[in-house]
């Protein structure tokens, strides 16, 4: 078996939230939410044990602190 994990990310939490709730709906086990304000983390799991992260940090400066920083091509 392949392992394979997709990941997602946001700086809106509106698109954090719906998108959890959409594969939730598509019946995938939600893990607990890791919260450090205001970043949101949480993985969840396929019915396939396709592993999915979904991630929101909604501050740029939290953003950059975490080493999430664009960079041109």
């Known amino acids: ?3 394979v994990n997709i990941a997602f990310g946001s ?15 598509g ?3 939600l893990h607990s939410e890791v919260t450090v304000a205001p970043a949101r983390a949480r993985y969840l799991l396929g019915p396939d044990d396709l592993s999915v992260e979904l991630l929101t940090i909604p501050d740029g400066d939290l953003e950059k ?3 999430y920083e664009p960079t041109s091509a």
């Not at 809106?12 to 709906?25: I, L, W």
């Open 1 to 3: 078996m392949n392992a």
């Open 65 to 67: 602190a975490h080493g």
């Open 27 to 29: 019946g995938y086990r």
């Open 11 to 25: 700086r809106s939490v509106a698109d954090y939230e719906a998108v959890t709730e959409q594969v939730r709906r």
